[in-house]
């Protein structure tokens, strides 16, 4: 239990800066939610039931334009079917004896900076690094979309989503220092922006939506990568 403890710990210790990221974006996610008509509690409960930003947005939007039931399923499966890749690949970094509750916990938590963390611990994740980090992730996205729909009518939009540059910073500081100590990440990370600058400027892409274009390149690089760089699981070990 000890081990658990220390994880959760150090969990807690590099969830607070994403708490506090999460909490100035999702002000502008409550300033959407306002806007599609939803109430305080409305926003701030699917806040702590829905963990993704662009999937949020996407609804209020979709909410908004009066858009069926079944269009807003879409919506969201299409804009939250990246989490799919990213939850499979931590199930890989899981213990043997981790539960279904356990894993089901982890993927719930799933987001782009809580994945970012969790894949960056050497060897095995314990699943208390995880619970540690969404422990003030997940409240801080809930109070930030629920001050946004209280706020919605004082602060500027503009100001608002100023503070959203805050979680870009916040995500490159997850892959910055293991890219200096790695020329191979260091590569596919290069690789990786101007593949998704590619993908963003050619008009041949155009039809594709923001999430497909992050599954194709996250699958493709990740298997370039397995295929040209693989780690082995000795050296796995050794890193753990």
């Known amino acids: 239990m000890t081990g658990h403890k220390y994880w959760y710990k150090r969990g807690l210790k590099d969830g607070l800066p994403i ?35 662009a999937g949020e947005y996407a609804g209020f939007t979709a909410i908004a334009a009066g858009s069926t039931y079944l269009e807003v399923t879409l919506v969201e499966a299409v804009a939250n079917i990246r989490y799919l890749l990213m939850s ?43 619970y540690g980090l969404a422990t003030p992730a997940a409240p801080g996205w809930a109070l930030g979309t629920l001050l946004g729909v209280i706020m919605g009518d004082i602060l500027p939009l503009r100001i608002v989503s100023a503070l959203s540059v805050g979680l870009y910073g916040m995500f490159i500081a997850i892959f910055i220092p293991p890219a200096r100590k790695n020329k191979v990440i260091l590569g596919l990370v290069i690789l990786s922006f101007a593949a998704s600058y590619v993908f963003s400027t050619l008009q041949v892409f155009a039809a594709v939506s923001s ?22 699981e000795e050296e796995a070990n050794a890193d753990a």
């Open 19 to 53: 708490g506090l990221g999460y909490l100035a974006v999702s002000l502008a996610l409550g300033i959407a939610a306002s806007r599609a008509g939803m109430t305080a509690v409305q926003a701030t409960l699917t806040s702590l039931l829905i963990n993704a930003s």
């Open 88 to 130: 499979c690949a931590l199930s890989q970094k899981l213990p043997e004896d981790a539960t279904l509750g356990q894993r089901m916990l982890v993927g719930f938590y799933t987001t782009d900076e809580i994945f970012g963390a969790s894949v960056s611990v050497p060897g095995k994740l314990d699943v208390w690094y995880t």
């Open 211 to 232: 999430s497909l274009k992050v599954i194709i390149l996250t699958v493709v690089i990740s298997l370039l990568a397995a295929v040209l760089f693989p780690v082995k």
